[in-house]
């Protein structure tokens, strides 16, 4: 008789647990599970959007702290040195954070909030603390304030990403857009900025397929873990 293999079956779910991911999913035909699908369903959106705590401290050189200075500003063209020395200054100690989500947060100085945070995957941005410091630095998308509760966490529920047909466009437009810009988002006739996050379309897509479907997803909210 031929000599028989053993079959094994095919597992139908995997359980991942790392940064913001963490839960079982199902897998594809052919028991795969593609980033791209995970960061699509699941994304980094709200990074903070569970409890976390703090892993490791540690000081930030001042040679590390100028390039990330650089690195900013040169990111942000509005965001000036005076700024940026209002919250990350260079003549403060800066804690470096490392958290169990995967994310990194930036600290000047004893008892102030986050400056900056690292969403874990190498994309620094702005706290809710910072932008309402220092406001006007980074582009905006402005939102309605009936959608607004929708992107804000509750007892259950992280959140929403933000939507495009609830994103307000003004009359000279939303500017240039990318995927992976980073913006924040704001609640009309309120400028105390409520998210940040980055977009997941491009100017071609929505000249393409109009105001449809997410136009960005949330990583930081009003009342979330941060």
Not at 4 to 23: E, F, N, R
Not at 48 to 70: R, W
Request: hydrophobic share 40%; aromatic share 8%; net charge neutral.
């Amino acid at each position: 008789l031929p000599l028989l293999q053993p079959i094994c079956p095919m597992p139908s779910t995997v359980q991942l647990h790392y940064a913001a991911y963490k839960g079982e999913f199902a897998l594809e035909v052919g028991g795969t599970l593609r980033w791209a699908v995970l960061d699509e369903r699941h994304a980094l959106s709200f990074v903070f959007k569970g409890d976390f705590k703090v892993t490791t401290q540690s000081l930030m050189g001042k040679a590390e702290l100028k390039k990330l200075h650089s690195m900013l500003i040169g990111e942000f063209p509005l965001l000036t040195k005076k700024m940026i020395e209002k919250v990350l200054s260079s003549k403060e100690d800066i804690n470096i954070l490392k958290c169990s989500n995967g994310t990194a947060l930036y600290v000047s100085g004893e008892g102030n909030p986050p400056a900056f945070f690292d969403d874990g995957f190498g994309a620094v941005y702005p706290t809710l603390f910072t932008l309402w410091k220092v406001p006007l630095f980074m582009p905006e998308l402005v939102t309605h304030g009936p959608v607004s509760k929708f992107l804000l966490p509750k007892e259950r529920s992280a959140g929403a990403d933000m939507m495009l047909p609830g994103v307000i466009v003004p009359d000279e437009g939303l500017g240039p857009l990318h995927e992976g810009q980073k913006r924040a988002i704001c609640v009309e006739g309120n400028d105390a900025v409520v998210g940040v996050g980055k977009m997941v379309v491009s100017d071609s897509d929505i000249k393409q397929k109009g105001m449809k479907g997410k136009g960005m997803e949330v990583c930081h909210v009003y009342l979330d873990s941060l």
